[in-house]
């Protein structure tokens, strides 16, 4: 019996396992030889040699470091003052204002990048033409091609996941230490200097890493505002190598992709210590519900920045994509140039549905798959039906930690050799359950490890067999977790493209490889249309998410 | 008798004219799909074309898969690795279409199933590669655009140099010329009439904006952000009728980027591809093309602009020569850049 299980066990991992690591190893491979994928070649140290001599390289990994860091502070000041704001004070609309909060990181890059390029690109972005006209200057003030702009604009999503990532901490602060505070005399600014900030910088540490990380490894921005403008950071760099020179520089490319995929799992491993500590020293408290903290004075003022913010962030980028959605050109907004052809434009576009049925079936089959294949191996992990489970999760983890760009690389390194892999839409469903498995296995196991063994210990005391008790016991308790990493990767595969784009093809194009696609055709309207879609589609999936959640929640309390 | 003659010459009139119309190639049955790679805009401008081709051909289905020249060219190297091409044709650039050549990419047709090869104007028929793995299917036309909103009559430049007269300072857009792209043929065909010195105090004393692509550049002008911009196609400024903006064959020589269409080496559906390559050249499609603001290469339909009135830099194209020395160029490019 325990022979069986413990190669049921094997049979479980080592299908994400192979499908992580030999990705990994081809790009390593890869790296080492002198001739595209798919071609005959020699080994070479000559990639890493060329990657040594790149002059320009050292520019763009400072360029990328201090964009990722202007990024991530603005994204860390505020994610943090936001979930601050609606979780532990009185601001009036507090309700509007959580659930609009979460608009930075449900909108996709590309939608943001593409808004904020209408708006403020310095020839003729509407913000910049707006000022030409008030203050009759022909100057522009604003430029998003450029450095600072990227930066921005990379803040916004990034703002949104720290938000995220913070109200849990936030709201399990316990209403005591307010309390105390208030009887103690402190106002709100010295409540949240003195007490609420220490307390939860354990936990805002490795959320800013990880914030720091999404900077580094986001694609679509600087691909849509950098690219073009000749702003180039480490990501686009590389797709400029792949995608853009000719021939494209595939030795040089993998050469930086091992040293980005190096650094990347060197930052997560160095979260998933912080994360471990800041475990250790902040779990302070359940949730409990307390008199909110009065603002008082500072109500007004911190209404007007949050909503300043949420408009910069999200509300100005997502109503200039939808009302460009509407209008015969791109930036030319007027009455008469309503129109509703850029829908029947997309519709009549053979390309357009095929990439948005192929969208719904990647986003169906490989969230399931990766719920499936997530779940089982954080089970075998968790019971340690395999030896050595941290080092199989580690290797698992890898695909994950990896940006998505050189995780697409790799994978394309890999498929070509399988016949008739490259391109299909087979070779993208194996790469989204391989970048989804490691999600659905985090969030998993997190329950499985608070649950503990006793209660599946009891089970088989009281006589039920290994599959009644996953059956009975484990699965309802898991289940939760299970569907609600569904709802993120349906989130995450519905917009994916750092991936995609290396790794589509005929027949098998995605919605934001659709966008790309009409992007680089200066179909700005097009792009605006099918923005809107895929924004309507995110909005409604993280809207069935909440209310599945409120019900199972309403449905646990009776 | 006269009204039989005048019937059999009507009736020779008629059969003259649908040979003239339509040169289907003489195939066996087609395969059901071509598979079509082409550049951003393929599809739009063609499309009229491709109504035809289905009422022709409906049991022969045109799927039209569109990317950038570098990344629709690794596309179809990377399935010629992967031993699964899925392209049957490409239509490229000169570069492109040299440079997948170069690298053995294209099969060859027969050219008994092109004859619309022969209505190719005698201007033109140089294109026409000699080793039968590609035709031309249409030429870009390159010059100057001005916003004439900005820039009234009397201000805009005529000539390539004119745009070093200081007043031009910080009003012209300009396409990069250290890339695959417009800015980079300027360069390729302009060098030896222009000289270094006209891409230098171009770039060096005007403060021109550059841009990596095309739509921006186009979109820039076309909205008054820029003055001026260059190299601008002439079909842009031919499409946005009514548009502030003027398209200006410059007195020192446009220059045109040549359009060819080959069949992929291995194609899955080398009849069906070579067939339709062939109706490219038909009057539906060059037609189609002519009215997207390019220039056909058949006498089957009328250029838009002609050709005879203007005044080409260098040998108004790239040269096959030059096409084989990419790297040469792009490291000459972005000398001249300054990096």
């Known amino acids: 019996m325990h022979g069986r299980l413990r190669l049921a066990g094997w049979l479980v991992v080592i299908p994400p396992l192979v499908l992580a690591l030999v990705p990994v190893a081809m790009l390593l491979v890869g790296s080492f030889r002198d001739a595209p994928p798919g071609a005959a070649g020699h080994w070479t140290l000559g990639n890493y040699a060329a990657l040594w001599a790149n002059a320009r390289l050292v520019t763009v990994a400072l360029n990328t470091a201090w964009v990722a860091l202007f990024a991530t502070a603005l994204a860390v000041v505020a994610g943090f003052g936001m979930a601050w704001l609606v979780t532990r004070t009185d601001i009036p609309g507090r309700r509007l204002l959580e659930a609009l909060a979460i608009l930075p990181f449900l909108t996709p890059g590309i939608v943001t990048a593409i808004g904020w390029g209408i708006l403020a690109n310095p020839d003729n972005g509407l913000l910049n033409s707006a000022w030409r006209a008030l203050a009759h200057s022909p100057s522009a003030p604003l430029n998003v091609y450029s450095y600072p702009g990227v930066a921005l604009v990379l803040a916004f999503p990034a703002s949104g996941f720290t938000y995220l990532m913070l109200l849990g901490p936030m709201r399990n602060l316990s209403a005591s230490f307010d309390e105390a505070a208030r009887l103690s005399g402190a106002g709100a600014v010295r409540t949240f200097r003195s007490i609420h900030l220490p307390l939860l910088w354990p936990a805002l540490v490795p959320i800013a890493i990880l914030a720091f990380l999404r900077a580094i490894e986001a694609f679509e921005v600087p691909v849509i505002l950098g690219t073009p403008a000749g702003v180039v950071v480490l990501i686009n760099y590389v797709y400029e190598l792949l995608k853009i020179d000719t021939p494209p520089r595939y030795g040089l490319a993998l050469a930086l992709s091992i040293v980005i995929g190096g650094v990347a799992i060197s930052i997560i491993a160095l979260q998933a210590r912080e994360a471990d500590q800041q475990s250790a020293v902040s779990v302070t408290g359940k949730e409990q519900q307390g008199a909110p903290i009065r603002l008082g004075p500072w109500a007004l003022p911190s209404l007007v920045l949050m909503w300043g913010y949420l408009t910069v962030a999200a509300l100005l980028p997502l109503g200039t994509i939808a009302a460009t959605a509407f209008m015969h050109y791109s930036g030319i907004f007027s009455l008469s140039a309503l129109t509703l052809g850029n829908f029947a434009g997309i519709f009549g576009d053979a390309v357009t549905l095929r990439a948005i049925a192929n969208t719904v079936i990647l986003v169906v089959v490989c969230s399931t798959l990766s719920a499936a294949i997530g779940a089982a191996v954080a089970y075998v992990l968790q019971t340690r039906r395999v030896p050595a489970p941290w080092l199989i999760e580690a290797a698992i983890l890898v695909p994950w930690a990896l940006p998505g760009l050189i995780f697409g690389l790799a994978a394309l390194w890999t498929y070509i050799y399988i016949p008739g892999a490259y391109g299909t839409l087979a070779s993208l469903i194996v790469a989204y359950v391989t970048m989804g498995v490691p999600i659905v296995m985090r969030s998993v196991r997190s329950v499985l490890r608070q649950l503990g063994d006793e209660l599946e210990e009891a089970a088989r005391v009281h006589g039920a067999g290994l599959l009644t008790t996953l059956r009975r016991v484990v699965a309802p308790l898991v289940l939760p977790a299970i569907i609600g990493a569904w709802f993120t990767l349906a989130g995450i595969f519905s917009r994916e493209l750092a991936a995609t784009v290396m790794l589509y093809g005929f027949g098998s194009e995605t919605v934001s490889v659709q966008l790309l696609s009409y992007w680089d055709q200066g179909a700005g309207t097009y792009v605006a249309a099918l923005s809107l879609l895929l924004v309507l589609f995110l909005f409604a999936l993280y809207a069935a998410q909440q209310v599945l959640f409120a019900r199972s929640t309403s449905t646990a309390r009776r | ?339």
């Open chain 2, 1 to 339: 008798m006269i009204r039989f003659a005048a019937v059999v010459f009507l009736a020779c009139a008629l059969l003259t004219a649908r040979g003239v119309r339509a040169q289907p190639a003489p195939a066996a049955a087609l395969e059901d799909t071509v598979v079509w790679y082409g550049t951003p805009g393929t599809r739009a401008y063609v499309q009229p074309a491709l109504d035809v081709w289905k009422q022709q051909h409906p049991n022969t289905n045109i799927e039209v898969v569109e990317g950038n020249g570098p990344d629709i060219l690794e596309r179809v190297n990377t399935e010629a690795r992967a031993g699964h091409p899925v392209a049957d044709l490409i239509t490229l650039g000169d570069l492109g279409m040299w440079a997948l050549a170069a690298a053995n990419g294209l099969g060859t047709y027969a050219p008994k199933l092109e004859p619309n090869l022969r209505f190719v104007t005698p201007r033109i028929r140089g294109l026409i590669d000699e080793r039968h793995r590609f035709v031309p299917t249409y030429l870009i036309l390159f010059g100057i655009t001005v916003n004439t909103d900005l820039l009234p009559p009397a201000q805009q430049p005529s000539r390539w140099t004119d745009l070093l007269d200081p007043k031009y300072s910080g009003q012209i857009g300009m396409h990069d010329i250290g890339v695959l792209g417009a800015g980079l043929s300027l360069v390729m065909i302009g060098r030896s009439t222009l000289g270094d010195t006209f891409y230098q105090t171009l770039l060096n004393k005007q403060r021109p904006r550059v841009y990596g692509r095309a739509p921006e550049l186009d979109s820039a002008v076309l909205n008054g952000g820029r003055a001026v911009v260059l190299p601008a196609q002439f079909a842009n400024a031919y499409r946005a009728k009514g548009a502030p903006i003027r398209w200006i064959a410059p007195k020192d020589g446009a220059f045109y980027v040549a359009v060819y269409t080959g069949v992929i080496k291995n194609a899955a559906h080398p009849r069906a591809a070579q067939a339709f390559m062939n109706f490219l050249l038909d009057r539906d499609a060059q037609s189609a093309i002519a009215a997207a603001g390019y220039v056909p290469v058949t006498s089957l339909a009328k250029s838009p602009v002609d050709l005879g009135t203007l005044t080409f830099l260098g040998k108004g194209g790239i040269t096959e020569d030059q096409a084989l020395h990419l790297d040469d160029w792009l490291a000459i490019g972005q000398r001249l850049k300054g990096q």
